[in-house]
């Protein structure tokens, strides 16, 4: 349950930032995900809702944006789509890829007052 | 609460004194502000409505005290590494057997990460070598912040060793860089052979996979070779090492990884 932890994180980001983005509400957080990040994302919104409870952000709306995975395949000379870390290439079925996007955790935009 | 950065522990407890420093970096942000009015809001009525942009990473706090840590290693020449299992693993059967090879020609130290109990930080003290608790509470992972107050009260040794044994857990782990020179993986034969598929993202952050408690292969129906292949699928960089902790077999390929790591690292610290 990491979940809670980064939960946690994105509080305190939410909170310093008030003060420098000059708000004292966030009604909705959107978070982008990737889908190769180790973050389970009803996991996410359950702890979400308890750890913003009492704070700037209690109540706010969870959005979350998922980011295939996708991955570097230098057998096809070629990007591929994957959805797990252990997946080959689609294409030629070589394991050696290099993952080059998914695997973000990430506070994209905030709607605040 | 910590004196110097009011940071709140929450349930952590690490032992002995709380007193620090450490760097608060500063991220760069940028406000698209949208006016007066319920441009680009959702919900009629709500007029100071506005969209604020802060395309951050949601680990960027844990990665600056990790940054910061990895400073410290880098300056004083310590190799640190952060050991991943599942409870039961024989992690720290792995560390006092490791510790009884090298403390006579190495300078050692560890922190233990657990959610209660000293039990370990005591198992590895009675070998002689510092090391110190950090109690999670409820937590299922170490993160970058308690190993910097951790390293305040333990003070490893410059062109040491340091082994960081986190808590028991394949899962959580994997996302939280402590500032270590490399995560090592260890997996039991006890365990099955599949676990590098089922928990892939720790797998993937270790660049070595100890295979412990080779003396029960006889016992057990674990396929070494399936195993290796899963890790390679997972992390084809990964290196293995497999070995007994309790016979000894297989710890001298365990040391020399250690040695040649510790080579590496001091090749920065040496230029200085």
Known sequence: ?113 | MCSVCGCSEGETTIEHSHEHQHDHGTDQNHTHDYGVGAAHAHAPGLSQARMVQIEQDILSKNNQYASANRDYFSQQGILTLNLVSSPGSGKTTLLTETIALLKEQLKLSVIEGDQQTTHDAERIRATGVKAIQINTGKGCHLDAHQVGHALENLKPASESILFIENVGNLVCPASFDLGEAHKVAILSITEGEDKPLKYPDMFYAADLMILNKMDLLPYVDFDVEQCIQYAKQVNPRIKIVQLSAKTGAGMESWVQWLKASRSVQLIDYTAL
């Open chain 1, 1 to 113: 349950m990491h979940e809670m932890s980064l939960c946690e994180s994105i509080l305190d980001i939410l909170e310093q930032q008030a003060g420098e983005q000059n708000y004292h509400k966030v009604s909705t957080v959107w978070l982008e995900i990737g889908a190769l990040s180790s973050v389970e994302s009803d996991a996410m919104r359950f702890c979400f809702d308890a750890v913003m409870q009492g704070s700037i952000a209690d109540k706010a709306r969870l959005e979350i944006v998922t980011v295939q995975g996708q991955a570097w395949c230098s057998l096809c000379n070629k990007n591929v789509m994957i959805e797990q870390r252990y997946d080959t290439c689609p294409v030629c079925g070589d394991f050696h890829l290099q993952i080059n996007d998914g695997e973000q955790m990430r506070i994209k935009e905030l709607e605040v007052e």
